[in-house]
C-alpha cells in the first residue's frame, strides 16, 4: 500500500496542529509498514504510483480540487474543520471585519484565498474553485471522498451542518507523541501560565495578556505570528505587563521542560478542533484551560476548565480555578488510553483498507 498525502502549501513555513497531524501520521504509518510520502499542494506531482491520496484541510479546496481532477485517484480527506467565522465576524477590524459581517463564512474564505496570492505568493491552482466558489468546491470534495477522516464526531457534525452534505466517515482524534514530549514532572514548584500556539488572532493570546494583567501569575508565550499577524504581535506586545514572556517558536522536543515547569495551560481561542498543545500539556503535568467554543467537550471531558474567548473574566475565573487545583494523574492514563499517534496510524490504516 502506498499512499500520498498532499498538505498546505505553508506545511513547514507556518507550522501549526495540523503541520504535527500530516508529519507524525505519516510517521507513525511508515512503523505499520505503510509508504507513505508527503507533498505539498503546490507541488507538481507524478501520481501513479499510489494506492490513495489523503488530503488536509477542507477549508482550502482550492489546495486540493485540481490534485483530484488531475489524478482521477480514490481519495480521503482529513477535514481539520476550523470554523474562522466568529472571531472575523465580530473582532477583525477595518475593511476585512466590515467584509465578514456582509459576505458570510464561505465568501469571506473565498476572498481570504485570493488575498493570500495577492500578498503572500499562495497561487490558486485550481479554476474550478474560482468558477464554482468556497461553498459549491467544499461540497464537491465531500461528496467525491471515499471517506472523510475527521478528527471528532463533533467535527463531522458541524461540516455536516455547514454543507448540508452527509457522508462515511471515520474519526481520527489528534494525539500527543509520548517519546517526543519526555521530561521530569515531579517538580512541586510549578508555578507558570502558559500558552503555546501560534501567534494570532484566533488563539486570542491578547485577550489572555488583558486578563492576567497585574495580577500574580507569570505568563509565559511561546510561538511564533503567522505572516499576517505582525500587527497583532505587536499589540500583544504592547500590552504585555511585566509579567509576561515571549519566547519565540520552540520545536516540539523543547518545549517538554516549558510544559513540565507550568502549573497551567491556557488555550483561549475562539476556536479549537482540540488544541493540540493542551493535549501536550496535560499529558506532561498541567491543569489545561481552553476555550469552551468548537470540539473541545468531546476530547477533554471533565478533564479541562473551559472559559469563553470574549470574556476577560470568564478566562480569569478559569485559570485561578486550574492553578489552585492539584494536577489529576488520570488525565494521563486518559491520554495514553485514547490520544496517541500509535492509535491514531492505527485508525487511520483502518481506514485505508476500507477504501481499498
Known amino acids: ?130 468558477l464554482w466558489g468556497h461553498k459549491k468546491s467544499i461540497k464537491k470534495l465531500i461528496s467525491g471522498a471515499k471517506l472523510l477522516l475527521p478528527n471528532s464526531h463533533s467535527e463531522y457534525n458541524r461540516l455536516e451542518k455547514a454543507y448540508g452534505v452527509s457522508a462515511n466517515y471515520q474519526v481520527v482524534p489528534y494525539a500527543v507523541d509520548s517519546t517526543k514530549f519526555i521530561a521530569d514532572t515531579s517538580n512541586p514548584e510549578r508555578k507558570n501560565i502558559l500558552c503555546v500556539a501560534q501567534i494570532e488572532g484566533r488563539k486570542n493570546q491578547l485577550n489572555l495578556i488583558r486578563a492576567l494583567k497585574n495580577t500574580h501569575y507569570q505568563l509565559v508565550i511561546i510561538g511564533k505570528p503567522t505572516p499576517n499577524s505582525q500587527a497583532y504581535y505587536k499589540q500583544c506586545q504592547a500590552e504585555a505587563g511585566d509579567n509576561v514572556s515571549f519566547l519565540g517558536f520552540l520545536p516540539q522536543e523543547e518545549l517538554a521542560k516549558h510544559y513540565a515547569q507550568a502549573k497551567v495551560h491556557v488555550l483561549a481561542s475562539w476556536f479549537e478542533t482540540a488544541g493540540m498543545t493542551t493535549m501536550e500539556a496535560a499529558y506532561l503535568g498541567c491543569n489545561i484551560v481552553i476555550t469552551d467554543k468548537g470540539d473541545t467537550k468531546e476530547y477533554y471531558q471533565d478533564y479541562a476548565y473551559y472559559c469563553n474567548p470574549d470574556e476577560l473574566d470568564s478566562i480569569k475565573k478559569a485559570v485561578d480555578k486550574a492553578y489552585a487545583a492539584s494536577y489529576n494523574p488520570d488525565v494521563k492514563n486518559f491520554i495514553l488510553e485514547n490520544y496517541t499517534w500509535n492509535l491514531a496510524a492505527e485508525k487511520t490504516l483502518s481506514a485505508y483498507k476500507k477504501v481499498l
Open 1 to 130: 500500500m502506498k499512499i500520498l498525502f498532499i498538505a498546505r502549501a505553508t506545511l513547514h513555513t507556518t507550522f501549526g496542529g495540523d503541520s504535527v497531524q500530516v508529519i507524525s501520521t505519516a510517521e507513525y504509518l511508515q512503523k505499520l509498514g505503510i509508504e507513505v510520502d508527503i507533498r505539498l499542494a503546490n507541488e507538481k506531482i507524478d501520481y501513479s504510483t499510489y494506492d490513495l491520496l489523503h488530503f488536509f484541510n477542507i477549508i482550502r479546496p482550492a489546495d486540493i480540487l485540481n490534485h483530484v481532477k488531475k489524478s482521477r485517484k480514490p481519495y480521503v480527506i482529513s477535514p481539520v474543520f476550523v470554523d474562522y467565522h466568529e472571531y472575523d465576524k465580530t473582532q477583525r477590524k477595518g475593511f476585512q471585519g466590515l467584509m465578514s459581517k456582509i459576505l458570510g463564512r464561505d465568501k469571506t474564505e473565498y476572498w481570504k484565498a485570493i488575498a493570500r496570492y495577492f500578498k503572500n505568493g499562495e497561487k490558486i491552482n485550481s479554476t474550478q474553485y474560482l
